[in-house]
């Protein structure tokens, strides 16, 4: 082997620094968006958590006794696969009011039926406090935590303590109901349901019968609205409706830079002015 030369030191020296800078900005951007979560979240908490070395959220939630929905709930900075978690994170556990108890933690060859019965509940009512069990509870794994409340129903009870205090209009799901044919029904934006509902999951599988809907809160109203439909594009669709590509997406944020992301059966608001407080037709 030869030796190391003068400029390969000076290589691995300037290599190693650079991964030192790196780490420094990585966990200095973690801390920043940190503490902007801190300010949305932390001051309605009544429990919080320091995460620790090998902390993982369904660990943190049998620890700590709180549902895998209320940690992800209770801190919307958590990405889908819990994959960001960091050393010295504040989380919240348990937001004021919102702390559904008993906790039970799944187990290899459970399903939603022998939960239920264990501990003495109802699918429904298990679905009701852990909303992000699908219809089928296909997607139960074992070391999730879930809430096993036999007064049924808590975490919706929870949700409406927090929504629909603030709703001008509200709406209860009934059999057959789906995301798009309520907000073709009600005259509401699919963007503007998904907002006001945040226990709604992106594919909207996990509505309920019975369940509550907040429609449209207090000054975000935004009318009027169109179905898209076969062929419509953002250009025709703002052209038809007197507005402009900029201010359709304004109105509708879950629509693409390039709106290629509208399909058949959405439901759009097309006023003319941008921003949910200044969309309803009576103040243009």
């Keep these: 082997m030869g030796s190391i030369k003068p400029p390969d030191i000076m290589l691995a020296f300037v290599q190693l620094f650079s991964a030192v800078l790196a ?26 958590y320091t995460v620790k070395p090998g902390d993982t959220c369904d660990g943190i939630s049998a620890a700590q006794r709180v549902s895998t929905w209320q940690l992800a709930q209770a801190n919307p900075q958590i990405n889908k696969g819990c994959t960001n978690l960091f050393v010295g994170q504040k989380l919240c556990l348990v937001r004021n009011g919102e702390n559904c108890q008993p906790t039970y933690v ?3 060859g459970d399903t939603c039926s022998s939960i239920a019965k264990k501990v003495g509940t109802t699918f429904d009512a298990l679905r009701a406090n852990n ?9 139960i794994y074992p070391k999730e935590v879930l809430c096993v409340a036999k007064g049924g129903k808590k975490a919706q009870d929870q949700m409406e ?8 209009k509200g709406y209860t799901v009934k059999s057959g109901d789906f995301c798009d044919g309520i907000s073709a029904a009600q005259g509401v934006s ?11 999951n992106k594919g909207c599988t996990n509505l309920f019968v019975g369940e509550k809907l907040c429609l449209a809160r207090k000054g975000e109203d935004c009318q009027p609205t ?19 590509f900029d ?8 629509i693409d830079a390039k ?17 949910l407080m200044y969309c309803q037709e009576e103040d243009m």
């Design 106 to 108: 799944v187990n290899a």
């Design 226 to 244: 169109h179905i898209v439909q076969v062929g419509d594009t953002c250009a025709s669709i703002a052209r038809a409706a007197g507005t402009s």
């Design 247 to 254: 201010t359709l997406r304004a109105n509708n944020p879950n």
């Design 190 to 200: 699919t963007y503007q349901l998904a907002h006001a509902n945040p226990q709604i």
């Design 23 to 48: 780490s420094i900005y990585i966990v200095g951007a973690q801390a920043q968006a940190q503490v902007q979560m801190e300010a949305q979240v932390l001051p309605k908490c009544t429990k919080e």
């Design 131 to 139: 909303p992000n069990i699908d219809a089928k509870c296909s997607n």
């Design 259 to 275: 709106c290629s992301n509208i399909y058949p059966g959405e439901v759009l608001c097309v006023a003319k002015k941008k921003g």
């Design 161 to 168: 303590a927090q929504v629909l205090p603030e709703c001008t």
